[in-house]
């Protein structure tokens, strides 16, 4: 299943997520117009994401672990709001 | 090592980027001296972000219509319109000078050399975090930055005119409500030379008032120079290799 969610992060911008899951993550694309220092975290982030379970305990996981890297600096995109759109993308947001 | 100024003129959108990076790559390897650059955009571009899709951002066919290049930039940060603007890069060692090491903190000591112009050209414009100018207000200039191999890149816009139907005519929006809406909001909330100053301003005054503010707000004086002949033909090579090929722009 592939879904594109459009989330406004608290840190300020709108991300623009595309997962394709399959009881487990088989592609990530995080866009926007934010900036981390140095890109190649997005990349990585987006990597590590690869083949983890599709659900959300698993997703924060990585996410935890990947907002802990030493030196990462982002602006305009956080934690919650990367959260937030794995989450949409994954139909657990409330419908309500 | 004294920092030198490039005028590099109007240039292409691709090679405009590989030129940032080619100095980039120099000023690392020491080849080169820590660098400003003050520039212009033939055709006029689109650039986006390092993090943005090329075909969600931007109308591709009306871009090709118009003949507007585009153009993905190394940096992050959202989709510019590069027009009727005078554009600069400031190329420098992470210990260059006084450039504090914190990265909304080096933006203000850079953007600061811009404030410092637009005072000489009779406009009171001042920082506004993380990476904009602005001026009552209304934002007038837009930057960026990365930072590779212990270098800071940081490049950015002033606006000598502005149009925002034009430029969300060449952005992709949801719907056309959304561009109307977009179109009024960049109205209220973007300004430019002209529109401050109720005159046309000439690309070149401009430059030369940004490299005087840059000069007086660093306490420094530039060897106007130009890129070397090395320079540019890896700058030409880059140029083709990367910053003009689908494999880059599309890659998100």
């Known amino acids: ?96 | 090592m004294r920092t030198r100024l490039l005028q590099t003129g109007h240039l292409s959108a691709a090679t405009n980027m590989a030129i940032d990076e080619t100095v980039l790559r120099r000023v690392a390897s020491g080849e080169a001296p820590p660098t400003f650059r003050l520039y212009g955009w033939k055709p006029p571009a689109v650039s986006i972000g390092y993090f943005q899709s090329l075909v969600e951002e931007v109308d591709l066919e009306v871009c090709e219509d118009r003949g507007v290049d585009v153009v993905r930039r190394i940096t992050g940060g959202g989709a510019v319109f590069h027009d009727a603007e005078v554009t600069y890069s400031a190329i420098v060692p992470q210990n260059w000078e006084a450039i504090p090491e914190s990265i909304p903190e080096s933006y203000q000591f850079i953007c600061e050399g811009i404030v410092e112009g637009l005072k000489d050209l009779g406009i009171r414009a001042h920082f506004q975090g993380l990476n904009d100018i602005a001026v009552g207000g209304k934002k007038i200039s837009g930057n960026a930055q990365t930072r590779r191999k212990g270098v800071v890149l940081q490049h950015g816009t002033i606006l000598i005119d502005v149009d925002p139907e034009k430029m969300f005519t060449l952005l992709r929006v949801p719907s056309e409500k959304t561009r109307k809406k977009l179109i009024k909001s960049a109205k209220e909330r973007v300004t430019s030379l002209n529109e401050m100053l109720s005159k046309s301003m000439d690309f070149e005054d401009v430059v030369s008032a940004l490299a005087e503010g840059f000069e007086k707000s660093l306490r420094l004086e530039f060897d106007r120079t130009q890129l070397t002949e090395e320079e540019m033909s890896e700058a030409d090579e880059l140029a083709e290799k990367k910053y003009a090929t689908r494999d880059w722009n599309f890659m998100r």
Do not use: W
């Open chain 1, 1 to 96: 299943m592939r879904k594109k969610v459009i989330v406004e992060d608290p840190a300020g911008k709108f991300l623009k997520i595309t997962m394709d899951f399959n009881g487990e993550i088989n592609e990530v694309v995080i866009t926007g117009d934010f900036f981390a220092h140095p890109e190649e975290a997005i990349d990585e982030l987006q990597e590590n994401l690869r083949g983890v379970k599709a659900d959300e305990k698993e997703i924060r996981k990585v996410l935890e672990e990947f907002f802990s890297r030493e030196g990462l600096r982002l602006y305009g995109i956080s934690l919650e709001g990367l959260l937030n759109g794995l989450k949409e993308c994954l139909g657990e947001e409330d419908e309500n």
